[in-house]
Every structure is written in C-alpha cells, then in structure tokens.
C-alpha cells in the first residue's frame, strides 16, 4: 500500500506530460480484449492494421443474425466454435474463420486440416458437445433435444438449413462471416465464386447444353435429383435437361429412377456422385445389365464426380459447376468434329 501511494503522484505527473507533449512517439489504442495498449508509431503498418483489424471486429459486435428458428444474438466474437454440418466447415475455412474451429463433425473431411471428431453430425451426442465447451455450435440440422439442451447451458445453436439455391449459398457464408467476425472474408469468397461462375457462363455456350439430357446418379440404386433441387439448378445454368424431371416420385426432388425408366430415356450424359460412397465409375457402369445400349454409355460420357463437391452447398460448388461445363463441351466439341 506503501508503495502504491509513492507510485501514484509519479504516475500523475506521467499521464500530465503525455497529455500535453505534442511530440510524443506512442499512442494509446484498444485492442480486442479491451485493454489499453501502447503502440510506437514507428512500427510497421502491419500492425497498425491487425490492430485496426480487431477493433472493427469488436464493434461487430453483439450481431444479432436472422435463422430459420429464430433470431440468434452473439454478444462477442465466438473463439469455440463446433461445426456440425460440413458444409458449414467448408465456408468457415474458405472465409478465414478456421482457426476459431475447434472440432468438427465426423462427416467433415474437407479441407484437410479440419479438426474432425467422433461427434456425428447425424445424431450427435450432447454430453459429446458439452465437453468440447463450444461457445458456438453451427450445424444444417439438430434433434430437438440437443437444441434445447444447448439453450439450458446458454450455448448460441446456429442453423443453416440445405441451401435451396446459390443465393441462399451466398446468404450463408455472408452470415457466416457476421458470426464468425469474418465478414471481409466471406464476401471476398462470394465474390470469387460469382466471377468464377461469371467465367463459366461465359466460357459455356448454354445454348448447347440445351440439347442435352443428363442423369444424375446419387446412389446404385438409381435416386436422383430434379431440377427443384440445388444440385439439379446447378445443371439448369447450363440448359441441361433433366431425365429425372418427368418420372414418377419427381415431386420429392430426389425421386428413385427404375432401370427401365433410365434406358428409355437413353441419356446424353451420366454423372456419377456416387464414386466415393459407393466405389462407381466408368467401368462398373459399363457393366451393368443393358447399359450397354446407352449411348453415354457406348461414347464414354459418363463423368466422375467427387461425392462430396456434387452434394454440398458450399464454395466448391463452383467445382461442381466447372465439371459439368467441361463435359458439356467436350460432349459438343467431339459432336462438332464428327
């Protein structure tokens, strides 16, 4: 206590003639934590603006973010957060926010550095969740159970529903980035995925994917997608028509084709999203029964797709988009040459 009353008056006479010199070489900024730091001026302007950086951040918030279960407040800028929807893990790295994660669901595989768990985004546990002390859960879907056991412990839940349309992909990641305090990056992504796609369109010519069929194949048991879905709207940008469109069950979206149905319509191109889950390709297409009579089967136009990039709504839907764009000019540039 001695010492302190001897310190005060000296501490006095400092912040005095800090005031009033007009030459000083430092000065006094909030960081993040809301502490006082002093900065020299003389430092390099990096770190000016990760200064700057954290203090935008900060007044970001409290955000309070519209979902489909309601309006959801953060009070400050979440630091633990548990991803249970892998699309959602793919846009919180894609925007800048993976060093916030802190786990993700056993179904999150990409990007590799993801911190995967044993934590089901299916039916997850929420003594499970509780231990990882998450200060933010994002996910496509919860029990009803586990949502109202993370609003007893105060734990914000934020859904994101499958996106019906790119839009609704461009909503996401932008809210994303408000939740995450990474809202520079989510709209640097949005951008670049909607020049990317710009590109596409314009490399595309539309006019000849619209003499095309295709058929999109989700599972070997022949379900597929319609084009009222995300998947079948990525195909419609590019005028393709759609076989699953007219069968029977077309109204669900994800309709199961018969193999009568599938050889009938004898289309142009296949695509296969079931490569990974179900190990099909080129070949054991080629040697299912009848199939041989399918011309995409006969002129090789089936295409490989990555399960996971054909499925999720996220950034690399962009891929998905490029794969499709590709086949549809080699399918009209070998037709030019014949």
């Known amino acids: 206590m001695k010492i302190f009353k001897i310190l005060l008056p000296l501490m006095a006479i400092v912040l005095a003639l800090g005031l009033t010199s007009s030459c000083s070489s430092s000065t006094t900024q909030v960081v993040a934590t809301g502490d006082a730091a002093t900065t020299d001026s003389s430092q390099p302007m990096e770190s000016m603006s990760e200064v700057d950086a954290a203090e935008e951040i900060t007044s970001a918030f409290p955000v309070t973010l519209q979902t489909p279960t309601g309006d959801l407040e953060l009070e400050s800028q979440p630091t633990r957060i548990?991803?249970?929807?892998?699309?959602?893990?793919?846009?919180?790295?894609?925007?800048?926010?993976?060093?916030?994660?802190?786990?993700?669901d056993d179904q999150s595989n990409y990007p590799p550095e993801a911190p995967t768990s044993d934590i089901s985004g299916f039916t997850p546990n929420l003594e499970a969740i509780l231990a990882l002390e998450p200060d933010l859960v994002v996910h496509s879907y919860l029990p009803e159970d586990i949502e109202q056991g993370l609003l007893n412990v105060g734990i914000p839940s934020l859904t994101q529903y499958a996106a019906a349309s790119l839009d609704d992909t461009y909503q996401q990641i932008t809210q994303l980035g408000a939740a995450t305090g990474a809202s520079a990056g989510a709209q640097s992504t949005v951008q670049e995925m909607q020049q990317r796609i710009d590109e596409l369109m314009a490399r595309a010519n539309v006019s000849?994917?619209?003499?095309?069929?295709?058929?999109h194949e989700l599972d070997p048991t022949y379900f597929s997608v319609t084009s009222s879905t995300f998947i079948g709207q990525v195909y419609a940008l590019l005028g393709l028509a759609n076989i699953a469109d007219e069968a029977e069950g077309a109204g669900s979206g994800y309709p199961q084709l018969s193999e009568e149905y599938i050889l009938s319509q004898n289309p142009d191109l296949i695509f296969l999203a079931d490569t990974k889950c179900c190990a099909q390709n080129i070949e054991?297409?080629?040697e299912r029964n009848g199939w041989n009579v399918l011309s995409?089967?006969?002129?090789?136009?089936?295409?490989?797709?990555?399960?996971?990039?054909?499925?999720r709504w996220g950034p690399r839907v962009v891929d998905f988009l490029e794969a499709i764009a590709t086949a549809v000019e080699q399918m009209t540039a070998s037709e030019t040459v014949g």
Not at 82 to 104: C, K, M, N, R
Not at 208 to 215: E, P, R
Not at 296 to 311: H, M, P, Q, R
């Open 82 to 104: 548990l991803s249970l929807s892998p699309t959602a893990t793919e846009i919180l790295f894609a925007i800048g926010a993976g060093d916030q994660v802190i786990a993700v």
């Open 296 to 311: 995409a089967v006969s002129e090789g136009k089936i295409i490989e797709l990555d399960d996971d990039i054909a499925s």
């Open 208 to 215: 000849d994917g619209a003499s095309l069929t295709f058929y």
């Open 284 to 286: 054991t297409v080629s």
